[in-house]
């Protein structure tokens, strides 16, 4: 589950609403060092920068979606470059009221310079399509103490627009896996740079 605020209006005592998103997601390859694989995911709800922000608090959970995202570990775990293609449908969209269908995207790319708990993270993600948006990007730092917590500050702003986030404070929980065809094993910690 995830869940987006929206202060557009700058004003910290107000806020102009909030969207949820829940998702599944099957991992169907992991490398043996465990810093790399493929995954398919699938929810309803979906992030902010890929729907359009006058309908994203009201549409948001109308939409359906599905992405496959990639992790590739480059130079000894230094780099980490995420690919997430997917696509997704919003239903009785905006003020027409039908089905809008989008193509999605999001790369990221970790640089982890000194231990792979600490990262500088650049991203870039949006949408093309009926319900498309304006390529945004985010860039920040990222820590990861463990493998169930990701604590992140970054900015993000619209390629050519000013509907983008912002200053964002991130905070990301995950639970043990507790689903797992063929069995659940036990992630291992992560290897030490070279």
Same mark, same amino acid.
């Given at each position: ?69 990639? =992790? /590739? +570990?480059? #130079? ?10 997917? !696509?997704?449908?919003?239903?009785? $969209? *905006? ?37 498309? =948006? /304006? +390529?945004? #990007? ?10 169930? !917590?990701?604590?992140?500050?970054? $900015? *993000? ?38």
């Amino acid at each position: 589950m995830a869940a987006y605020l929206y202060n557009n209006d700058n004003d910290p005592a107000t806020n102009d609403g909030y969207s949820t998103s829940f998702y599944v997601k099957y991992m169907f390859y992991e490398n043996a060092a465990q810093t790399g694989g493929a995954a398919v995911k699938a929810g309803t709800g979906t992030f902010p920068g890929t729907i359009d922000p006058e309908f994203r608090v009201k549409d948001a959970f109308k939409t359906f979606w599905m992405n496959t995202p990639v =992790t /590739l +570990p480059l #130079f000894h775990d230094k780099i980490s470059w995420d690919l997430m293609p997917g !696509a997704s449908v919003s239903i009785n $969209y *905006g003020d027409t009221k039908t089905a809008a269908w989008a193509f999605t995207y999001s790369t990221r790319v970790a640089w982890y310079p000194w231990t792979p708990k600490l990262s500088f993270v650049g991203e870039v993600f949006g949408s093309a399509g009926r319900s498309g =948006t /304006l +390529p945004e #990007f985010k860039i920040g730092p990222r820590y990861e103490p463990n493998q169930y !917590a990701v604590f992140a500050l970054t $900015y *993000g702003q619209e390629f050519g627009g000013t509907n983008g986030a912002g200053f964002e404070i991130g905070v990301m929980l995950f639970t043990p896996p507790f689903a797992c065809l063929g069995g659940c094993r036990e992630k291992k910690p992560p290897p030490p740079l070279k």
